[in-house]
């Protein structure tokens, strides 16, 4: 069955950073985009980036645009977000999803059990 584990939150001053890293298996993790997600306590999950396969270019929303950068390794079936210079508001539960945004954000069958994230002073 589909199974993807994240791993590599923690609490982090303002201005840090951090790296995500989420491991696929029970599928062939080349052949499917995979997004990351997250979800502040009592707000509705939110888009963060999207990779692709292919020559596409990678997708952010406009909030983490310029300070995260989502990266994937098909050999060994992990999908990365590498996040700098890390606001109060990134504070979250992230999670790694498989498939695109639309598909990603209608169900929750292919999510991952999510990392929290905490950035404070």
């Known amino acids: 069955q589909v199974q993807l584990v994240e791993s590599g939150g923690g609490l982090v001053q303002p201005g840090g950073s951090l790296r995500l890293s989420c491991v696929a298996s029970?599928?062939?993790?080349?052949?499917?985009?995979m997004t990351w997600v997250r979800q502040a306590p009592g707000k509705e999950p939110e888009w963060v980036s999207t990779?692709?396969?292919?020559?596409?270019?990678?997708k952010y929303a406009d909030s983490v645009k310029g300070r995260f950068t989502i990266s994937r390794d098909d050999a060994n079936n992990t999908l990365y977000l590498q996040m700098n210079s890390l606001k109060p508001e990134d504070t979250a539960v992230y999670y790694c999803?498989?498939?695109?945004?639309?598909?990603?954000?209608?169900?929750?069958?292919?999510w991952g059990q999510g990392v929290q994230v905490t950035v404070s002073s």
């Open positions: 999803a498989r498939g695109p945004p639309a598909t990603v954000l209608e169900s929750r069958d292919y």
């Open positions: 029970g599928f062939t993790f080349s052949w499917y985009y």
């Open positions: 990779i692709y396969i292919g020559r596409y270019q990678p």
